[in-house]
């Protein structure tokens, strides 16, 4: 079967750096995404992986090892607005996207 | 990025009645269109893939005859919740696809909270 794990839940820091990790088994592989989902609203978009590497943007960065089924996204300078869910999505053989449950990220002041 | 809307952003409807959500893509052509539900504290679920002009493929579980998608033209998709009941009430989330790339980002709408009462 296809599987994404992601931690359940993760606290943090106000300006501190804070790891989400993903890993995942699927049927073939065509890109990772990245999304942050506040409460009550529809996810939006932060990253999206495809070859081996750290992809840079702004505070946030996110790398992925396809050899090893893993990616993480890293969140610096964090901000009380930060405090969301972070969604881990692969793109399988068919193109279909397979979503993990979700790593809700609390931030303290 | 490009826009999707999506309408109505909530909407509270009696037991036993139909709900249409609206998925609208605006400043591009979506080939593909992805329509999601999510219950609290949960996953996204994909229920169905909807390619313009043809008939949408729904994942297993997932009643066609309950929730039926059109989509008429490449910048609309619909969602129709028919019959409802409380046990429909979710986060409805619709998502887009541009052109014929092989895959790109998806666009997603605002989501429609669906409340059966």
Known sequence: GQNIDQPTEMTATEGAIVQINCTYQTSGFNGLFWYQQHAGEAPTFLSYNVLDGLEEK????????????YSYLLLKELQM???????????DSNYQLIWGAGTKLIIKP | GAVVSQHPSWVICKSGTSVKIECRSLDFQATTMFWYRQFPKQSLMLM??????????????????KFLINHASLTLSTLTVTSAHPEDSSFYICSAVQGDAAYTEAFFGQGTRLTVV
């Open chain 1, 58 to 69: 702004g505070r946030f960065s996110s790398f992925l090892s396809r050899s090893k089924g």
């Open chain 1, 81 to 91: 607005k930060d405090s969301a869910s972070y969604l881990c999505a692969v793109v």
């Open chain 2, 48 to 65: 169905a893939t909807s390619n313009e002009g043809s008939k949408a493929t729904y994942e297993q579980g997932v009643e066609k005859d």
